[in-house]
């Protein structure tokens, strides 16, 4: 599933959240200098400040987007589309399948947030996400799993999870078997 933002990332009028912007950053850091990304990759921080504003006007002019050429990315437009096709780890989703450390069944119920995805389809999911596993099939089974290390809020496949029993023992990574 693509990825996205949920308010404008780039110029100063734009809201500029830490989360989307870092996300922006990421995704602009995977395109090909041959392609629009940036001549020398952008520091992940979740700031704006003049390199970012420049790698997404290079982005836009390279996609033709005169007389567009903004500096601004916004949630489900052409620009992000665009990004989209050059991230190489995807969000995890609804959709995704997760499995504890034994093969038991990963479940992740996203939680109600503003801005937040509604209606059909796979939602993203994030590390904040209330997270059940069932189907362990050992006998101290893993209940729960707790995010160790994402490079942002939103899970992806480089995401990994501890599988944890009920009083907070560690079992072993999750497996991500799909995204």
């Given amino acids: 599933m693509a990825r996205s933002?949920?308010?404008?990332?780039?110029?100063?009028?734009?809201?500029?959240?830490?989360?989307?912007?870092?996300i922006v950053q990421e995704m602009l850091n995977a395109v090909p200098r041959s392609k629009g990304g940036p001549?020398?990759?952008?520091?992940?921080?979740?700031?704006?400040?003049?390199?970012l504003?420049?790698?997404?006007?290079?982005f836009q002019a390279m996609l033709g987007g005169a007389p567009n050429i903004d500096g601004k990315v916004t949630p489900n437009g052409r620009i992000m589309a665009a990004l989209n096709q050059?991230?190489?780890y995807p969000a995890l989703?609804?959709?995704?399948?997760?499995?504890?450390?034994?093969?038991?069944?990963v479940t992740v119920t996203p939680a109600p947030k503003f801005g937040r995805w509604a209606g059909v389809g796979a939602t993203p999911l994030f590390t904040s996400d209330p997270?059940?596993?069932?189907?362990?099939?050992?006998?101290?089974?893993?209940?729960?799993?707790?995010?160790?290390?994402?490079?942002?809020?939103?899970?992806?496949?480089?995401?990994v999870g501890l599988s944890l029993t009920r009083s907070n023992h560690p079992q072993g990574e999750v497996q991500i078997v799909s995204v």
């Fill in 86 to 88: 050059f991230d190489p």
């Fill in 5 to 22: 933002i949920t308010a404008d990332v780039g110029k100063a009028i734009s809201r500029n959240l830490v989360n989307d912007v870092k």
């Fill in 93 to 105: 989703t609804t959709a995704s399948q997760l499995r504890c450390a034994h093969g038991g069944m």
């Fill in 53 to 58: 504003v420049a790698a997404i006007r290079q």
């Fill in 131 to 159: 997270v059940v596993v069932s189907g362990c099939p050992m006998d101290s089974p893993c209940r729960q799993v707790k995010w160790v290390s994402s490079p942002s809020n939103t899970l992806d496949a480089r995401s």
């Fill in 39 to 51: 001549d020398t990759k952008l520091v992940v921080d979740g700031m704006v400040g003049p390199k």
